[in-house]
């Protein structure tokens, strides 16, 4: 997988997460995905931002134009922060778990939302989450 024209943003405010939206939007267009493949991958890099910002402290988005082996394109994010990771992983990846804050998705929403997702966690160490949307 190739990727190019990466775009870094900090997650310290709300306001951060507005340009991680942006920049998903930016580069799925570039990448030509549907608009409709385009709304979900800006909700999933929505509600992930925010879950950075609200559970892990702020952290950092990066937004990526990917391409895998066979040429098709796609967007990848990665979430990464320093916060108090996830406890229970399998309680937060369970449909219909809700914190009662955020956009209501959860990890589970944004999971739907994309081709990829991949979690990392530590507690105490804090979380990694990468998510990718595909061309069709």
């Known amino acids: 997988m190739t990727t190019s024209d990466d775009v870094e943003i900090p997650i310290a ?3 951060d997460v507005v340009r991680v939206r942006q920049a998903t939007r930016t580069a799925a267009g570039a990448a030509r995905l549907s ?3 385009q709304t979900k991958v800006v909700t999933a890099a929505s509600e ?3 879950n950075t910002l609200v559970y892990g402290g702020g952290g950092e988005a990066l937004v990526s134009q990917v391409t895998d082996e066979r040429g098709r394109a796609g967007v990848r994010i990665v979430f990464r922060d320093e916060g108090p990771g996830i406890a229970d992983v399998d309680l937060a990846l369970t449909d ?3 914190s009662g804050q955020g956009l209501g998705l959860g990890l589970t929403g944004a999971r739907r939302l994309v ?3 991949d979690l990392e966690t530590a507690v105490g160490q804090g979380t990694t989450i990468t998510v990718t ?3 069709r």
Do not use: I, N, S, Y
């Open 133 to 135: 949307k595909w061309r």
């Open 96 to 98: 219909g778990w809700t």
């Open 13 to 15: 405010t709300g306001d």
């Open 35 to 37: 608009l409709v493949d």
């Open 115 to 117: 081709d990829a997702f």
């Open 48 to 50: 992930l931002a925010r």
